[in-house]
T-cell receptor, first 112, second 110 residues
Framework: ETGVTQSPTHLIKTRGQQVTLRCSSQ?????VSWYQQALGQGPQFIFQ???????GRGNFPPRFSGLQFPNYSSELNVNALELDDSALYLC???????????FGDGTRLSIL | GQQLNQSPQSMFIQEGEDVSMNCTSS?????WLWYKQDPGEGPVLLIA?????ELTSNGRLTAQFGITRKDSFLNISASIPSDVGIYFC??????????FGPGTRLSVLP
């Protein structure tokens, strides 16, 4: 039990729609990172938030955006969904940016 | 960008055998992490390594931070069926974000 929860567990959307995924981190974890994991691959870094400010971004377009809130929750928003956005989206939290990250079980997003 | 390679990509072993896998990079890392992911779940942290040459155990699992700081190794002794899953390494350089390898898929034959 990592103390990191994500919702929803599964989601089906169509191309062009927008989606918001949510994550609740462990209390006291100031850092949250979001990853995209395609089938059969390792997690790919989307971005990280530290104390509600973006602290690094991977090679993802601007239609991927995020927020981190003071209550240790966070959101990943994706606009103009594309078929290739179908993946498992994982959030991971840690005490600080250089500490081991603890993952939630992810949201499985399917784009039709 | 930084990339990690994991070897082997997949392996089938008999229950009771020892398992070895590794993770390599062209870059130097300051932290190495090992995770295990079961189907339908997120990765679970197994071992964290912070110093070149460091050897750390967690039950039947032992991981090492390579002395070149460009690699790390994970060994599992006396494998059991619940060891089945995908093992990921992750590395971090100072001030940068963690990078994950593509994983080693382990299957254990009874």
């Amino acid at each position: 039990e990592t103390g990191v929860t994500q919702s929803p567990t599964h989601l089906i959307k169509t191309r062009g729609q927008q989606v918001t995924l949510r994550c609740s981190s462990q209390s006291g974890h100031n850092t949250v990172s979001w990853y995209q994991q395609a089938l059969g691959q390792g997690p790919q870094f989307i971005f990280q938030y530290y104390r509600e400010e973006e602290n690094g971004r991977g090679n993802f377009p601007p239609r991927f955006s995020g927020l981190q809130f003071p209550n240790y929750s966070s959101e990943l928003n994706v606009n103009a969904l594309e078929l290739d956005d179908s993946a498992l989206y994982l959030c991971a939290s840690s005490w600080d940016t250089d500490q081991p990250q603890h993952f939630g079980d992810g949201t499985r997003l399917s784009i039709l | 960008g930084q990339q990690l390679n994991q070897s082997p990509q997949s392996m089938f072993i008999q229950e009771g055998e020892d398992v070895s896998m590794n993770c390599t990079s062209s870059s130097i890392f300051n932290t190495w992490l090992w995770y295990k992911q079961d189907p339908g779940e997120g990765p679970v942290l197994l071992i964290a390594l912070y110093k070149a040459g460091e050897l750390t155990s967690n039950g039947r699992l032992t991981a090492q931070f390579g002395i070149t700081r460009k690699d790390s190794f994970l060994n599992i002794s006396a494998s059991i069926p619940s060891d089945v899953g995908i093992y990921f390494c992750a590395g971090q350089r100072y001030g940068q974000n963690f990078v994950f390898g593509p994983g080693t898929r382990l299957s254990v034959l009874p």
